[in-house]
């Protein structure tokens, strides 16, 4: 399948979105309104007053859920265009950094990313539904509002 950039931005968006929603993230904005940085945003942050190097149970389960909603967007990529899809920009910052804190040697934060990637397409393969109707509004509208997001997913 080909499909044009806004069609594939959308559905990375989405992706980000729906897998954040449903790990129990907050979803604040979605867009694939382009700017100087990216094509499009999921702004999903992290509670007021993290400190990511608290490493306390509940807060490797929040950086994991994290990371997890991080690289759904590529993850919804693939699936949509049926291509491999890298992390570019702030995704790949963010997944670092997330990365960082979550493991010590090179091998251990490989296995965290592979087992966050396989968390986002069970998620994903599982929401696919709520991923179509999110990037349709999303190129309807360019950007959401997390309520809107929410309400679109929760529709689906």
């Known amino acids: ?23 129990g993230l907050r979803v604040e904005t979605v867009s694939v309104l ?6 499009g945003r999921a702004s999903i942050p992290l509670p007021e007053g993290f400190q990511p190097d608290d490493q ?14 991080t690289l759904a967007g590529a993850a ?3 699936m949509f265009t049926g291509e491999d899809a890298d992390l570019g920009g ?9 990365l960082m804190s979550l493991g ?9 990313a592979d087992a966050a990637d396989g968390r986002a397409e069970a998620i994903l393969r599982e929401e696919w539904v709520a991923v179509e109707a999110l990037a349709e509004r999303l190129l309807e509208a360019g950007e959401l509002t997390g309520y809107q997001a929410i309400a679109s997913i929760e529709r689906s």
Do not use: I, K, P
Request: charged share 30%.
């Open 76 to 78: 919804a990529q693939r």
């Open 34 to 39: 382009e700017d100087e940085e990216s094509l």
């Open 56 to 69: 306390g149970e509940g807060s490797v389960d929040l950086m994991e859920r994290q990371l997890t909603a």
């Open 1 to 23: 399948m080909t499909a044009d950039r806004s069609e594939t931005t959308a559905y990375h968006e989405a992706g980000h979105a729906v897998v954040a929603h449903a790990l």
């Open 104 to 112: 010590e040697t090179s091998e251990e934060m490989s296995a965290v």
């Open 90 to 98: 702030n995704d790949e910052r963010g997944a670092l950094s997330l």
